[in-house]
């Protein structure tokens, strides 16, 4: 009775030791276990790296089209400084012309006002006073048998004609070169060139004048010099 208590006994127990054996997972231990660890780790860092590889490109290419466009500014930068110191020649410039062309006009103004006043004080003069002494003298020379003295606008036309041909032998004159003329010429009172003989002159050659000899006094014909 004893022995068939044991082996119940030690039947139910075998079951019980092999049970926890069945149940517990398999693990790996080794090196094995490290390289699937470092093959992860070394497949993520790729990654990871391609990742900052393409990053780095587009702050790259980033970087240098900033550059470039810092550089494009600077270049306009330039240029605007260069087109702002022109504008600033060219407003001094309009400043000036302005300021000349408002002197112009007062100053046209000012000889227009001038010009009018002459005019009205040679009207006023030849219509009055002039005409009266001009009758007056006409009269008189008239009654001593001479001729009328010209008209006032042939007078005119005659100071006129005077003063354009003094002005353009003023203008001539100043458009001659010097030395333009020929020596030995001079303007007559005709204005036509007057020449001067060529050639040395009688006389002037490079030698002394020869020296008279002293005069001797003559005999006296008689009789004392009269006082």
Known sequence: MASTSAAASSSSAQPSSSSPAGNTPLLATGDWTKSLIQLAKTAELKKHALTLQLHTAHILSAHAALEQKNKAIQDLKEQKNKLESERQRLLNCLREVNEDRDKADIQEATLNKEVNDLQH???????????????????????????????????????????????????????????????????????????????????SKNSKPKSKPASTPGPSTGGAPSA
């Open 121 to 203: 004080k040679i009207k006023t003069i030849s219509e009055g006073e002039y005409a009266v002494a001009k009758q007056d003298v006409d009269r008189l020379r008239q009654e001593l048998g001479q001729p009328p003295l010209p008209s006032l606008q042939t007078t005119l036309e005659e100071k006129s004609a005077e003063y354009l041909k003094a002005l353009r032998l003023q203008a001539e004159t100043s458009n001659t070169p010097t030395g333009a003329k020929r020596a030995g010429e001079e303007l007559a009172g005709d204005g036509q060139p007057v020449k001067r003989p060529r050639g040395r002159p009688k006389g």
